[in-house]
């Protein structure tokens, strides 16, 4: 119901209430005066007709003169009776034929006592009453009878104040109709404009993510198997904090108010628009596919993107757009909107300007965070192990170390490669662990080799997140030190997009562990965006090519001349040069023509497990071509 009709409801009950309250009090007053106006009526009535026939000599008291005097009044149903002074009727007369049949049998001049007596009887079943009056001049009684109720019981006061009552009560029913409607107005203006505020965004007058949440609340719980897609688009302005510092707020407001109105312009009325943070937007629109998605997400970035002036100052604007779609990536409002922002914020870093989501991707889609709790659990559960793949000198065909590389045998999915857990041991934190695992284990393994007379050095690979710990020295220091092992014995594999995350905190740490003697390498060179000014200052002794050059730099030209570049170039500041991925001979030999000075790969060995790498060596399998003795130094 709504408030209107709820409050015109509770009116009209409490009006009629009143109104019939005071109306049966009314009629009750009315009806008793009316009572006593009907019986002096009656009494004057009588006595009018007395005194008719007061003229009448009481000799001549007939039924004609009865007659005579009825024929000129109206009443009709009426009765009346002469009574003498004996006591006995002398006439009687009824008007209407039933009365007569009635009062045949009652004895009037019994009843009719003195005059101006009034009482009620009852012949038959029906009701009368009577009233008596002296007939002036004479010794007769006139008693008059009539049908109780007849003629002036409802045509006084108490009808009047009946017809007022129900006239009171329906002008009532429309005054609570009238007060209701405004009232009800009045509150529903004051509710919309709470309910509006508390779901829209002041500086846009856009819907807020309140709005969006239940929309797509509402979205979901229409038809859900209807097979009826949609997607719930994140979208926030790149680099939107560099211009609220540099040129304000009131630039940076006018201008979230210009993108708000280009999406509105470019969007349909019914598609869902939101203002959800401060550079922060959401859209829901329904789709036919993924293709339609693309389709819509690049509209959009074509809407926004390119110069905006805005008070006069002209900016480039760029955004990020991330989508999830119902009911592929969740089925509820708080997920979906989770997802699409894991997507934008995946979008922002691979540097495109969208993407949807990919549950592979998300560290924190179920499936990661039970990898992520497995693994926490992996070294305590022996399902760690290292393997260990030889990294062999060009020149001399000499095993000059090994790479431990991290194996994780998972009880439900086999062995899982580094790959697809590192990342998530940086998102989740547990790689702090994880790292110290491996060191531990590959300097100690280390140690043990130089026991047994193997003098190899070991690389360990580092994660961006580790490189940003400044405990990490001391940690390593300690471990070695528990060891005994040599700090030139230990080389440390650091990716250059790690360095580049957080350079300055990577050179203090890169620093310290080089004055400790540790060997530094650079990983996976050439992916990334180190510049030379800044590798140069790097205190790192190698720098490994990219297997994605190597492994196919005999087929893919432009490989071969990223490669041979990167040779000279680490050449020319004094490092060596490592090519990791080497499958077959003819890179081999292309790469000792190009004067690298170290190979790594499956030409040379896979990654193998300490007994099988102890084999390897004890077999001698491997025949270095270029110089040919196949030595192999262990
Ligand atoms: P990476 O440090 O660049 O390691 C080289 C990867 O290339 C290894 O993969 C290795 O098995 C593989 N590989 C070696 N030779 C060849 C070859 O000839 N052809 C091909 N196609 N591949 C070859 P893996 O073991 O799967 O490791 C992948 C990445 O995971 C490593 O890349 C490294 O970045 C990371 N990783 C491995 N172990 C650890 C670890 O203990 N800690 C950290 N932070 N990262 C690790
Ligand atoms: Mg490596
Ligand atoms: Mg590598």
């Not at 990536?329 to 969208?354: F, T």
């Not at 965070?369 to 070294?379: G, N, P, T």
């Not at 998972?410 to 491996?438: C, M, Y």
């Not at 710990?469 to 471990?479: A, C, G």
Request: aromatic share 6%; with cysteine; proline share 4%.
């Amino acid at each position: 119901m709504t408030l209107r009709n709820q409050l015109l409801s509770y009116f009209s009950a409490v009006i009629l209430a009143v109104v019939a309250l005071f109306g049966w009090n009314a009629y009750r007053i009315a009806s008793g005066a009316t009572e006593r106006q009907r019986d002096a009526l009656v009494v004057e009535h009588v006595g009018q007709l007395a005194r008719a026939l007061s003229v009448v000599d009481p000799e001549g008291m007939d039924a004609a003169r009865l007659d005579a005097v009825f024929a000129t009044s109206a009443e009709v149903g009426y009765a009346v009776a002469v009574v003498g002074p004996q006591g006995t009727a002398v006439m009687r007369k009824s008007l209407d034929p039933r009365i007569g049949e009635d009062l045949d049998q009652v004895d009037l001049a019994a009843i009719a006592g003195s005059p101006g007596a009034q009482g009620t009887l009852r012949v038959a079943d029906h009701a009368y009453e009577w009233a008596s009056a002296a007939i002036p001049g004479t010794p007769y009684l006139l008693v008059y009878v009539f049908p109780e109720g007849d003629g002036l019981r409802y045509s006084g006061l108490a009808s009047r104040m009946i017809a007022l009552a129900l006239f009171m009560g329906w002008i009532s029913v429309w005054v609570a109709l009238v007060i209701s409607t405004k009232v009800s107005d009045r509150l529903k203006a004051q509710s919309d404009e709470i309910e509006r505020q508390a779901t829209h965004d002041a500086l846009t007058g856009l819907p807020n993510r309140l709005w969006i949440l239940r929309r797509l609340e509402q979205e979901i719980a229409r038809q859900p198997d209807s097979g009826r897609k949609l997607a719930m688009i994140t979208m926030d302005l790149n680099r939107f904090k560099v211009i609220n510092n540099t040129l304000g707020h009131d630039v940076g407001d006018a201008l979230i108010q210009e993108v708000g109105k280009t999406l509105q312009d470019s969007l349909w009325e019914s598609d869902g628009l939101a203002r959800t943070g401060g550079d922060e937007f959401a859209l829901l629109m329904p789709i036919r596919d993924e293709a339609h998605c693309y389709l819509l997400m690049d509209k959009i970035v074509g809407a926004l993107e390119g110069p905006v002036v805005v008070g006069g100052i002209t900016l480039e604007v760029s955004v990020s757009l991330g989508t999830a779609v119902y009911p592929a990536h969740g089925d509820d409002a708080a997920s979906l909107i989770r997802c699409a922002e894991v997507a934008m914020y995946s979008a922002k870093e691979e540097g495109v300007p969208y993407a949807i989501y990919d549950p592979e991707s998300d560290p924190n889609s179920v499936e990661h965070l039970m990898l992520i709790s497995d693994l926490r659990q992996a070294e305590d559960l022996d399902q760690l192990e290292l393997h260990y793949q030889p990294k062999v000198s060009v020149g001399t065909g000499r095993v000059e170390g090994v790479e431990a590389l991290l194996r994780w045998s998972h009880p439900e999915r086999g062995s899982v490669s580094p790959a697809n857990f590192i990342t998530l041991a940086e998102q989740s934190g547990a790689i702090k662990d994880l790292t110290e695992w491996v060191l531990d284990t590959a300097i100690e393994q280390a140690a043990a080799w130089r026991d047994q007379g193997h003098d190899l050095r070991v690389s360990v690979n580092l994660s961006a997140r580790v490189l940003r710990d400044m405990d990490l020295p001391s940690t390593i220091h300690e471990i070695l030190h528990a060891y005994g092992l040599p700090p030139d014995r230990l080389e440390l594999e650091i990716t250059e997009t790690a360095i580049m995350m957080d350079p300055k905190r990577a050179m203090a740490i890169l620093t310290t562990l080089n004055s400790f003697g540790i060997r530094l390498s650079v990983d996976d060179f050439g992916t990334g965006y180190t510049s030379l000014a800044h590798l140069k200052q790097l205190p790192v002794h190698e720098i490994k090519i990219d297997q994605a050059f190597v492994t196919n730099m005999m087929e893919d030209r432009e490989h071969a001349v990223i490669v041979r570049a990167i040779i000279d170039l680490a050449h020319s500041m004094g490092r060596s040069v490592v090519a990791e991925g080497v499958e077959d001979r003819r890179t081999f030999e292309e790469l000792a023509r190009l004067g690298c000075d170290t190979i790594q790969g499956y030409y040379v060995s896979r990654p193998l497990p300490v007994c099988p790498l102890m084999d390897w060596f004890a077999a001698g399998e491997w025949k270095s071509p270029v110089v040919g003795a196949g030595e192999v130094d262990a």
